[in-house]
């Protein structure tokens, strides 16, 4: 079983960055494989990104492709979200997740373990 904690997010003003960070406890972290995802008022969850075992491997929602960079450091139990060029269509509620399977997914149903998520607010 693992817990995961994001932080990160706050009110950012369009074309600004922001790096969000969940940290995971347990020492089998780097068994998961991780994602991002993202849910605003009365919008279904979206997935943003996802990485696998090794960050070797890294796949993003097409939204988000060339702005949004995935990375995790298994040493920290951690996986980032870099947000760069920032639009107000980002404001969102952001989760991370894990899988359990080892593989990525764009499906939130993939996922067996979320955080609580992070707030992020972009100003037009």
């Known amino acids: 079983q693992v817990q995961l904690v994001e932080s990160g997010g706050r009110l950012v003003q369009s074309g600004g960055s922001l790096r969000l960070s969940c940290a995971a406890s347990g020492r089998t972290f780097s068994t998961y494989a991780m994602g991002w995802f993202r849910q605003a008022p009365g919008k279904e969850r979206e997935f943003v990104a996802r990485?696998?075992?090794?960050?070797?491997?890294?796949y993003y929602g097409d939204s988000v492709k060339g702005r949004f960079t995935i990375s995790r450091d298994n040493a920290k139990n951690t996986v980032y979200l870099q947000m760069n060029s920032l639009k107000p269509e980002d404001t969102a509620v952001y989760y991370c997740a894990a899988a359990s399977s080892g593989r990525g997914s764009v499906s939130k149903d993939n996922y067996d373990y979320w955080g609580q998520g992070t707030q992020v607010t972009v100003s037009s």
């Open positions: 990485i696998n075992l090794s960050g070797a491997m890294t």
